[in-house]
């Protein structure tokens, strides 16, 4: 079950911490980066987020979160994490499916890191089409994808 979440809790923010600190050691080690940015990121500084945040609940278990910049024509997809012990479960589609279908914007963004092959291919048979490649200031190669709903 898809829900928007309130991550404004403290208890809340802390279970959307325990995720993301789960889903992005295993991109880290992908990237074979050791100082890896999203994992330094605190349940305070997400508490405090301006974004919005929708989880995945199985069997009452949050286990995927999506953390979305919702703006009039644009939603930027600021991270899509799911649980490792969930992971191909269909669960990331579900929650692209969710955001390109109950939310009727012209273009959707998303980032990766560039050699994160599975969340790559994720975003690319998806339909995403690749925008551009950069190198961040930390060293991580990243890659950026637009999925538009004009034809």
Known sequence: ???????SSLKTSKLIYNIFQKSYAVEALLLNHDDFPPL?????EIQQSKTTFYGYR???ELCAIMELEINENHIHIRSLTVAPEFFRKGIGYRLLCFVRDTFKVDLLSVETGHDNFPAVNFYLNFGFKKNKVWMTEVGIEKISFTLSSQP
């Not at 079950?1 to 991550?7: A, P």
């Open 40 to 44: 330094k990121r605190t349940a305070s």
């Open 58 to 60: 199985h069997e009452e």
């Open 1 to 7: 079950m898809i829900e928007k979440i309130d991550h």
